[in-house]
């Protein structure tokens, strides 16, 4: 399992790039007060165009970003996993490891997913 800390880059290029072999599939998140969800939603939306750079790093299919709940997000403060056998083990290691690193309880935010499905 590779777990690591993503960098969030708000600047996005203007024409989003396909990854041959890697999506992006976002999801509602749970219990972030309305600020966290508007940031969250903007990091959805830039989130395809940086497939490429995720599986060029080697990052694949399933895995998973997470987010703390009940404190102001930051960049350091997302947590992913990737290369699991599947989006439940994708979902349970990311949660378990934004728990660890923040002490908070977490929510999945999207997932890494085979491109085009």
């Not at 399992?1 to 708000?10: E, P, T």
């Not at 690193?101 to 085979?114: A, E, M």
Request: charged share 10%; aromatic share 6%; glycine share 12%.
């Amino acid at each position: 399992m590779k777990n690591f800390v993503l960098a969030c880059v708000m600047t996005l290029a203007a024409a989003p790039l396909a990854a041959e072999n890697l999506g992006f599939e976002p999801v509602a998140p749970q219990g972030l007060d309305a600020k966290a969800a508007e940031m969250v939603q903007a990091l959805q939306a830039g989130m395809p165009g940086q497939m490429p750079a995720f599986e060029a790093q080697g990052f694949g299919y399933y895995g998973a970003i997470a987010v703390p709940m009940g404190v102001a997000l930051a960049p350091e403060l997302l947590s992913s996993v990737a290369n699991l056998a599947s989006r439940d083990a994708a979902s349970a290691g990311v949660l378990e490891a934004c728990k660890a690193q923040t002490g908070k309880d977490c929510t999945v935010i999207g997932y890494l997913v085979p491109a085009g499905g």
